[in-house]
């Protein structure tokens, strides 16, 4: 039967490990000692080496007395082992253990009347017992973590507080925060230091566990060891433990949050990515009741999301660095297409450019050789996005460099070793490339690239058989030019596979026949007309399909020499290239 008594008979003071004190009264009889709250004791000491049913205090005859009730190593007061002893004022009571708790006995009798009352004042401003003030203030500090998630502190020293609190909790010496490096286990790199009392420490001056750390890595939960002579064989065996005289170490693994729609409850939450781990260690062993767990995973999901909004965060500043730099190349690549076509005396052109991507690997180019002669050009390099890219503007910049007077076929031998050369580059290119006279002479190379269909006379067909290998994929390819004659009105239209591979939804391609049936009878309309007339068709028979090619056109027509801008149906400023 458990008995109150008056307030102010008796007192302990209790010394932790750390020195810390605190002040307990003995309320009532028996006043029971021991680790843990799950066996009712009213004095709750946090080391694994107590055992949970330890001592007693008990009264008899106006006397109070300590019972030994099952300490593993034997109770002791005043350095004497005792299994049942009166206590007086000043007994100092231990368990036979080293660097572990002392309770001094504080009696009434034998105390002032001025001491007690002084001794109970500064009890009412201590925490009265483990089990209330001492959860209090760590859900108070979890409170303070939580908090830090909204705060505008730079990230590191908000890591920096939530191993503070951790370590708070857990009495450890030290902790930190080691981050995977892209969710890889194997890569793990200190992010801070800290040790107890709020203090930075020099990651390079601190080893964790790394025993520790791996079987928590391997079986995806924490490890938390209160006492490592307790422990499995291989963490007390490991050589940092020993080396450094570790008795507690507590290793969390921090994930990302995965949600993902579920049955009936719409959202699930489920592990993601791996960020890294929460590690703590002490020289002292410990004991965690149920709360302080419970506040030690919060602790770590805060941590782990505050890594995982820091991941998100850099990402979406690599995307938008990576995209701004995209933006610059496709504004260039754009630039570099020819626009608002100037009239020349012999030749009309129309052309456009639609990248599946923000940048493509099409292109198409045209520019006078001399008075008399004008080159055109459309290809394709292989691949898509920004490798592409650079290499239809190197090809840009090479074919260019014709007006000075390079031979068209020697050009692209020089451009066709430059890249097989080069194998890394891992691009090559098909491309049609020519030449027309005022005479309606076309010199033209075919590298490797579809036929352009020549419309004549309200007839469209495949016209260019003459053909070589694409740009930069044989290195023993030569080139050489061929020629056609064109008729006055004679209509070329350059595609590049993006028209032809265009698929349906059903994944049915388009084809060259289909584009020749839309181009033929269409040899007397405006160019940007049969453009549009085309792009309808594509467009009609794709259905909304998402394409995975870039479409470009270029359309030129020969006219005689002398016919002037006014006498054609093609105004000049109406065959800009439309940029997609």
Known sequence: MTEALAQSEAVLEVISPDGARKYVRVTQTPFLIGRGAETGNHLQLTDRRISRNCAAIVMEANRYYLEDRGQRRGMFINQEKAESRQLNDGDVITFGIEDSYQIIFRAATGTSDEAIPQ?????????SSESTGGGLRKLNMLL?????????????????????????????????LEEAEAGRPENLRVRLARRSGGQRLPPESMTPSQTAIQLALKQGSPVITEDLAQAEMNLQAAASIVAQGLRAVVVIPLYASSR???EGTGVDVRRGVFLGVLYLDSKRPTAFTKLDRQILDALAADAASILDNARLVERERERQRLEQEINIARDIQQALLPKNFKDYPHLAVSGVNFPCLSVGGDYFDVFPLDE???????????????GAALLTTMLQGALSGMTLGTDPARTFNHVNRFLCDHAEVGRYATMFFGILDVAGK?????????????MRQGRAEEAFTE????????????????????????????????????MDPDE????????????????????????????????NFARGARQADDVTMLVVRYRAAGVTVADTDVPAANSAAANG
């Open 119 to 127: 001794l109970l004042t500064r009890i009412d401003h201590m925490t």
């Open 144 to 176: 303070e973590a939580t908090s830090l998630l909204h705060s505008q502190l730079p990230l590191d020293s908000v890591l920096a507080k939530m191993i503070d609190h951790a370590i708070a909790v857990t009495d450890a010496d030290r902790g930190l």
């Open 260 to 262: 993902a729609a579920s």
């Open 372 to 386: 008399k002669r004008t080159a055109f050009l459309l290809a394709d390099v292989s691949g898509k996005g920004l």
């Open 442 to 454: 076309l010199e033209f190379i075919n590298a490797g690239h579809p036929s352009p269909i020549l």
């Open 467 to 502: 053909g070589s290998f694409p740009v930069g994929l044989v290195p023993e390819a030569e080139f050489a030019t061929a020629t056609l004659q064109l008729e006055p009105n004679d209509t070329l239209f350059l595609f590049s596979d993006g028209v032809t591979e265009a």
């Open 508 to 539: 049915q391609l388009y084809g060259v026949p289909r584009l020749v049936e839309v181009l033929q009878g269409k040899t007397d309309l405006p160019l940007d007309e049969i453009q549009k007339t085309v792009l309808e068709s594509v467009e």
